[in-house]
């Protein structure tokens, strides 16, 4: 079974495979985001290296735990091939303390032939910000 759109990328394909993963990570279901991934995509999340798509769903079911009212934009940085980088930026409320951030980031991804992704490298860095300056997805009421 394919992960429409499939490589080599092309600009169009390649916006529509951004657009797809910030619509699904925006959902904060760590069973939908985990099956854009191949069963041994190897993931490094800022400094932590794991493999496999219940090890993702495993971290995600933490991060979502943590990261409270998650808001996230992805844009397209370049794409070649079966390659594809984004930068992206999202807000969340840390679950303990109330403080807001803000977490700016950029994700090298390796798809295979059928579309899913075989690779995640993400760096990023957290800002702590005010509720009032938010901007993505802004609910004010929140």
């Not at 991934?37 to 932590?48: A, C, I, L, P």
């Not at 996230?72 to 999202?90: C, D, P, Q, T």
């Not at 490298?121 to 997805?137: E, F, K, L, V, Y």
Request: aromatic share 14%.
């Amino acid at each position: 079974m394919q992960k429409k759109p499939v490589p080599p990328f092309t600009e169009e394909s390649a916006r529509a495979k951004v657009q797809a993963a910030e619509d699904a990570w925006n959902s904060c279901d760590p069973e939908l985001v985990a099956q854009a991934y191949t069963v041994d995509s190897e993931w490094r999340n800022r400094d932590m290296f794991f493999t496999g798509r219940e090890c993702i769903k495993e971290f995600l079911i933490l991060k979502w735990k943590k990261e409270l009212h998650y808001k996230l934009m992805k844009e397209l940085w370049a794409f070649h091939g079966n390659h594809i980088s984004v930068r992206f930026e999202y807000e969340w409320q840390h679950a303990e303390t109330g403080q807001w951030f803000r977490t700016h980031g950029n994700e090298h991804w390796e798809f295979d032939e059928d579309g899913y992704m075989r690779r995640r490298d993400m760096s990023a860095n957290d800002i702590p910000i005010c509720a009032s300056s938010r901007r993505i997805g802004i609910n004010k009421a929140t």
